[in-house]
């Protein structure tokens, strides 16, 4: 008899604070924040190393020589505890025999990690083998989200290419050239449920940047589509279309990932990409993009690479790399007033 209406008692005294737990939970852009309460950035970083081919003319080294390549340590100088996870693939998953399946669970192995990441307050670094990995770092992000009534997450794709071919535009049959159409649900639908990434983004949730080389059909899909570039231009100068598109992102959704192709870089500094063209911002123009819009954007919810070729000469690439996560990371800690 005691201890039932202890019980009761107990479950009466809760109950306002379980409901005021709930309506905070519900709030997720001002309950994230990447911060201990000692002031110390939580950074995870996560890598997904399958890819959907042969990787091209030259194979890309990418995810393991990124995530160890002084970046840990770097970060930790920076007073953030840093952890790391990579998107394994099942038992079952890895008998599968189709390459492209395949490329769907691993970006949905990597989508589960990143939405991890977002419960437990890690800012996501994603160390991708390749741009269709997008995929699973948007499913991630999605996932996160408490509601699945909207798809929130929009996305930042800065590359020197659209990569919004469908298996209709395409001309070389590669999916490397196909992940924005696919988040944009034109296609491969299959591959982007197996991300986790459901609905799919709409149109105005995607916004292009540093684009030099594009198909004209794939132009004509990004024509029907109204999809808004940030010009090269844009980008070194820091112009006003930056943030009349960051602010049309951030209106339109919860949480926006910004995605980099590395050979947006110059070529002098991606000289070995499978693509490498001319005409590209330096890895210290990028930094300093990444640091204004992780700064004044709070919805910038995570940054991912694809990918570093296996001949960097001098560590080029790597050090662009690390040059543009330390700027996004910086402008973190300048938006929570921790620099
Ligand atoms: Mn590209």
Redesign the pocket.
């Known amino acids: 008899m005691k201890i039932w209406s202890l019980r009761y008692a107990l479950a009466i005294a809760l109950l306002p604070s379980l409901a005021f737990a709930q309506l905070v939970k519900k709030d997720s852009t001002t309950e994230r924040n990447y911060f201990d309460e000692n002031g110390t950035m939580r950074i995870a970083i996560a890598t997904q190393s399958h890819r959907p081919g042969s990787g091209g003319k030259n194979a890309l080294d990418g995810p393991e020589v990124m995530a160890d390549g002084g970046i840990q340590d770097l970060l930790r100088s920076m007073n953030a505890t840093v952890r790391t996870s990579s998107a394994e693939l099942s038992e079952r998953e890895q008998t599968e025999y189709g390459n492209w399946r395949k490329m769907g669970y691993a970006n949905g192995r990597l989508a589960d990690n990143v939405m991890q990441n977002e419960v437990d307050g890690y800012f996501t670094v994603g160390f991708l083998a390749s ?1 269709p990995s997008s995929l699973g770092m948007l499913g991630g992000l999605q996932q996160s989200l408490t509601s699945t009534d909207t798809s929130s997450v929009s996305i930042l794709w800065l ?3 659209a ?1 919004y071919n469908t298996p209709e535009t395409t001309r070389s049959g590669s999916m ?2 196909m992940p924005l159409a696919i988040a944009n649900g034109l296609a491969l639908h299959q591959v982007r449920r197996d991300s986790k990434l459901e609905p799919p983004l709409p149109a105005s949730h995607i916004v292009t940047a540093g684009l030099r ?1 594009v198909d004209p059909m794939e132009q004509h899909l990004l024509d029907l589509a109204r999809i808004q570039n940030i010009s090269v231009d844009d980008i070194r100068g820091l112009t006003q279309n930056v943030y009349d598109q960051m602010d049309a992102l951030s209106k339109v959704s919860d949480k926006i990932y910004v995605h980099i ?4 870089l110059d070529a002098s500094e991606m000289p070995f ?3 490498p ?1 001319e005409n590209g911002p330096t890895s210290h123009e990028l930094a300093a993009l990444f640091k204004d819009i992780f700064q004044k954007y709070p919805k910038a919810a995570a940054i991912g690479f694809a990918s570093i070729p296996a001949n960097d000469p001098d560590d080029i690439g790597l050090k662009a790399v690390n040059r543009m996560v330390v700027g996004a990371v910086e402008g973190i800690k300048i938006r929570e007033g921790k620099m």
């Open positions: 741009c590359d020197a290419h990569d490397g050239g080389d192709d590395l050979d947006i990409h499978n693509y063209t």
